[in-house]
């Protein structure tokens, strides 16, 4: 029996670059979608890449603890400082939820 290849045959063979990861560095896929007239970008966070991190979803006004698999959406036309972390359930039913969430008196506002 012969060992494991752990490279792939010859140095020219198609394969994925780094330019050509649509993933980035914290795995998951990248899509565009389109919400209330924007396009907005969107990437799925893998639950490892989170690891140490909480957020606070805008949908549900909830924490996302760190582990968890999630959402981050941004609007296209905007930089990294509008980026918000999304449960996958709340970006998926973000078009059924109310405009307001209703927070207690002493919840920050995220």
Known sequence: MSP???RPK???SP?????DDSSG???GWQSAE???GEDWSVRH???ASAQGKSYRCPGCDQLIPDGVPHVVAW???????ERRHWHKACWNA????TTRVQRSRNAPRF
Do not use: C
């Open 4 to 6: 494991r290849r752990n």
């Open 10 to 12: 010859g140095a020219g």
């Open 15 to 19: 394969g994925r670059s780094a330019e």
């Open 25 to 27: 560095r914290y795995g």
């Open 34 to 36: 389109s919400w209330r």
């Open 45 to 47: 966070v893998a639950g």
């Open 75 to 81: 609007p296209a036309h905007s930089g990294v400082d």
């Open 94 to 97: 973000k078009d059924r939820r």
